[in-house]
């Protein structure tokens, strides 16, 4: 279907760029109009109505439904497991002994991360693979870990939560990863492997 709706003006751009940073917190400081006509123009299209008109319905909307879609289109869920390696090295050689450290003198219980923005689940699931090797080192609080993953993009969550991935999303994980979190299911169909997260994981 071809979508014959006029790019945004200025002004109808000055409207949702503030909607946007003073709702989702989003910088849309740098022109993101191509952004915002590229996500919209199609349901506008459906809906039959131009950039003021949809503002109108978005600031009017109780049900809260087409706000729903629209923070769903406006929002960039790109992500991947271990993405920004540095970060997760950072974690790995000061978070973790850190913590470790502090359970073995009895100064902490219960370890928590939040994975806010976790898009697909793929860095709250990296998360879980460093508690768990955390974990191994340490046997007497298995019960204490807890990944907290929010995201407002709920298309991204429904994914999170069903933790199923394919070849090309698991390209950052190493072999012993895979074998220990993932179920590998090769389809009898198309010869395609998804690689489905442990519900032990999925559970933390
Ligand atoms: C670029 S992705 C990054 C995902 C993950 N944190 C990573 O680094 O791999 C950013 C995520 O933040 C979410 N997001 C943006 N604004 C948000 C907000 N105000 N509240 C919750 N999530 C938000 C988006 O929906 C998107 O899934």
């Not at 299209?45 to 439904?65: A, M, P, V």
């Not at 009895?106 to 879980?128: D, M, P």
């Amino acid at each position: 279907m071809q979508s014959s709706v006029k790019k945004p003006t200025d002004e109808q751009y000055a409207k949702f760029k503030a909607l946007v940073e003073n709702q989702l917190g989003l910088d849309w400081s740098r022109e993101k109009k191509y952004l915002l006509h590229g996500r919209l123009n199609t349901r506008l299209f459906e809906l039959g109505i131009n950039y003021d008109e949809y503002y109108e319905l978005l600031i009017k909307d109780r049900s809260n439904r087409e706000i729903e879609l629209f923070y769903n289109f406006v929002t960039t869920n790109k992500t991947e497991f271990y993405r920004e390696p540095a970060v997760f090295n950072w974690i790995r050689e000061n978070i973790i002994p850190a913590l470790r450290e502090e359970i073995v003198n009895g100064l902490r219980e219960k370890i928590r991360f939040w994975s806010a923005g976790c898009s697909t689940g793929e860095e709250a699931y990296s998360l879980s693979f460093e508690t768990q090797a955390l974990a191994g080192m340490l046997s007497d609080v298995s019960n204490g870990y807890k990944i907290l993953a929010t995201d407002i993009n709920t298309q991204a969550l429904v994914a999170a939560n069903k933790g199923i991935y394919n070849q090309e999303d698991i390209k950052n994980l190493s072999h012993p990863i895979l074998k220990k979190y993932f179920i590998h299911t090769p389809s009898s169909e198309n010869m395609i492997t998804t690689y489905m997260i442990k519900d032990f994981i999925k559970n933390l």
